[in-house]
């Protein structure tokens, strides 16, 4: 992350928003913690800022007390050439944020509560989530998670992507850093920045190592659903083994998570729908979240038991 692309803390968005501080940069853009004047809460603001075609224009680091400060305006130009593809990507970015706009009822989604045009570019407010992530959560528990565990754990991410999903959009960047704990203890999918229109061919894409689809590299093929089911089982592989899945591309020319063996104690059928789910071909993998879902289910026994108990002794306060 480099600071010159941040907003300063105390900048004041859509006249009611006050920037404390940056929680994450991605590919595609910026996440703050912000104030609420109005309704006196913390919120979650994610700005477009396509990081290789964007600059702030005025940023510049000036000395001050023994040490650098950052002195910056909060405008956003696109780069030289960069125009169009610039416009499209933000008026994709509202767009498909829109889509979630109080959605306060959907398990899983991390609803927007607001959204909005400024200083030449967009903003998103959503709800803001505290955490752990579940990247965090797995390194505190040493990387791996108990098969019944994983499974209570990813229901409401899958209710919430096969809700995406009947609405036309695709995630496109499922990952442990994309998911993360309400203060119940249940998972919510966040940040939609590289979310596509359903069967929408490749245009700019961020990948991300092991939990990005092979489709989602190449040129000729489409994303969908089935992207997001290979993601997703991604990080289920990892949740239950503490070993990441290779990127596909690499897989491709080698696929050595044939040799990869799971766990002892996980079952048979779970090793199988995740074979299935990581298959390197949109054909021989499950075309929706609910076909995975359908074959998870089947393989729960006492679930409910099972969810009260985790429910009640994973609680983040």
Known sequence: ?????????????????QIKKVLGQGGFGITYLAYDQTLQQNVAIKEYFPVKIVRRLGNTLREGQGEYELSATAMVYP??????KYLNGMKNFLEEEQVLFGKFDVEGLTAVKDYFEENGTA????????????????????????????????EPVINALAYIHSIGIVHCDISPDNLIFNKEGQLKLIDFGAAKNKKKEKEE??????????????????IGPWSDVYSLCA????????????????????????????????????????KKGLS??????????????????????????????????????
């Open 1 to 17: 992350m480099e600071k010159e692309n941040w907003l300063l803390e105390e900048t004041l968005l859509h006249e009611k928003y």
């Open 79 to 84: 780069q030289n050439g960069q125009e169009e």
């Open 123 to 154: 903003y998103i407010v959503m709800e803001y989530l505290s955490g752990p992530t579940l990247q965090e959560y797995e390194k505190e528990h040493k990387g791996k998670i108990s098969e019944k565990q994983a499974e209570i754990l990813l």
């Open 205 to 222: 894409q961020y990948c991300k190592g092991g939990y990005t689809a092979p489709e989602q590299y190449l040129e000729k093929e489409f």
């Open 235 to 274: 990080v289920w592989y990892e949740m239950l083994t503490g070993i990441k899945v290779p990127p596909a591309v690499e897989r491709l020319q080698k696929d050595r998570l044939k040799n990869m063996t799971m766990a002892s104690e996980v079952s048979e059928q779970t090793n199988n729908i995740l």
């Open 280 to 317: 390197l071909e949109i054909q021989k993998r499950y075309f929706s979240v609910l076909n995975l879902s359908c074959d998870i289910k089947s393989n729960m026994e006492s679930k409910e038991e099972i969810k009260k108990q985790y429910m009640k002794d994973t609680r983040f306060v």
